[in-house]
């Protein structure tokens, strides 16, 4: 398996630290509104790399923290005149179920800011007593850039002061304008923690490296295997998160640094059904998640994502042909034979996730059992091998796990399903009576919602008719 590593900017062999396990770790949510698409990407990305790793044989434990600690949380609080909980309760409970929608596994662990406070502060203590990090006369606690000779190794920043000055908070307090807040002294009625460093709030980057230290850091030269994100973490965030650790605890925090691309909006091409919105809770009420799942990572991760309904749909096209050989195969056992097609898949896949050519490969294999099912319908090898290479396809991909003549139903609300399901019954009960005439007016009746119906050995099934 090989993984584009951002710091070394080349695809390197993966070899883990520990061969009993991998360790892999990717920054989540602040969870003080709806998640984006951005959100959506990463997720989907790190949610693929996890899968891929566990096909190859390795135990994964991966962990993506919640931030429920942070300055917008507490304004919009206040805004609403609600309690902090109340904003981050709510917000990590829709960041799950927009997670769930679209078929991204929950991780390992799942530690939250306001759950590891006793880790920072044992990270701060730490670098104060190793001369990396300073109290000002306000209460405040910063990193002492200058004190690290690696620092911006990771990200490979070539910042003059000005640069930093424009980057970086300035505060008359630093010894550089580069260093970073550790911990953020508080004196107003706001939301607080007590330290030993004094009343305030944990700085944003002081987290990551808190977490990683307390639940999967276990090596000498580095605490975890992978550490991920969006691009825009790389600097200032993950090369802060970096910096701690080294000089905390004398090994680097990561052997493996990979990072998505971004996502942009086509507002032109998005206007008629989304109204250019970002959130995942809009987009999943135009589109089934599994579609959204299969257009979001149908590019390769590292590049960026450019949005837009014309090739969502085109998208979609490609995801219904996989279904559409699904629902010839309805009803039958699911063979779990190795294929031609699984080794091809997962030999792509193992190439720092090169999705286009294992969209190729399942793309070869829907055609190729199309076309030898077109001349032999009663082919049992095709039909024995094709079923376990789905069933490779939803392990791997998360792609094709719905009962196939339920996903072509989407777009239609509950109520409508149910009339039509209601419908379906009273007909199947008539073809039971042998009645006919009453049997072909329901079927007219089911028809005039869009659909159409099938009756099949395993009872009667119903589809959308896209227009």
């Given amino acids: 398996m090989y993984i584009f590593d951002s710091v070394a900017k080349t695809k390197r062999e993966f070899v883990p630290l520990n061969p009993e396990r991998v360790t892999l770790y990717v920054c989540g949510p602040t969870v003080y509104d709806d998640a984006h698409l951005g959100h959506a990407k990463s997720a989907l990305v790190f949610d693929l790399l996890r899968r891929v790793l566990e096909v190859n044989g390795y ?111 300035s505060s008359s307090a630093k010894r550089n304008p580069a260093d970073f807040a550790l911990w953020k002294s508080v004196s107003d009625d706001s939301l607080t923690y007590d330290s030993p460093f004094g009343k305030g709030r944990p700085g944003w980057h002081t987290e990551c490296s808190a977490m990683i230290e307390k639940h999967l850091a276990g090596n000498d030269k580095y605490a975890i295997d992978i550490h991920g994100g969006g691009a825009d973490l790389l600097f200032p965030h993950h090369e802060n998160e970096a910096a701690q650790t080294r000089c905390s605890s004398n090994h680097e925090l990561a052997n493996y640094w990979m990072h998505n691309g971004f996502v942009n909006i086509d507002g032109e091409k998005m206007s008629k059904s989304l109204g250019n919105s970002f959130f995942i809770k809009d987009a999943l009420k135009v589109y089934d998640g599994e579609v959204l799942r299969f257009y979001l990572l149908s590019t390769h991760y590292r590049s960026n994502f450019n949005f837009n309904e014309q090739d969502l749909l085109a998208s979609k096209k490609r995801l219904d042909k996989l279904y559409r050989l699904k629902k010839r195969l309805f009803g039958m056992n699911v063979s779990d034979e190795k294929t031609e097609m699984q080794s091809k898949l997962l030999e792509a896949l193992s190439d720092d996730l090169n999705v286009s050519q294992g969209l190729s490969v399942i793309d070869e294999m829907i055609a190729n059992a199309n076309e030898t099912l077109d001349a032999n319908p009663k082919d049992k090898l095709i039909k024995r091998q094709t079923t376990a290479d789905l069933a490779f396809i939803e392990k791997v991909l998360g792609f094709g796990l719905q009962n196939p003549f339920e996903y072509f139903q989407f777009g239609l609300d509950e109520i409508t399903k149910t009339k039509i399901d209601a419908l379906v019954d009273k007909r199947t009960e008539a073809k039971k009576a042998k009645d006919f005439e009453k049997s072909d007016a329901l079927r007219d009746e089911i028809m005039a919602y869009g659909v159409s119906i099938m009756d099949t050995a395993q009872g009667t099934f119903w589809e959308r008719v896209e227009c």
């Fill in 59 to 169: 135990n994964v434990i991966y962990a993506r923290n919640i931030t429920d600690i942070d300055d917008k949380i507490i304004k919009k609080a206040a805004q609403q005149g609600v309690c902090i909980n109340d904003i981050t309760d709510k917000f990590t409970e829709a960041y799950h179920n927009d997670m769930s929608a679209l078929g991204v596994e929950r991780p390992t662990l799942e530690p939250k800011a306001t759950e590891s406070l006793e880790a920072m502060f044992e990270l701060i203590q730490k670098l104060i007593d190793n001369g990396h990090a300073y109290k000002t006369a306000d209460g405040d606690v910063y990193f002492d850039t200058a004190s690290d000779n690696a620092y911006l190794s990771i990200s490979h920043q070539k910042q003059n002061e000005e640069d930093r000055k424009e980057r970086v908070e």
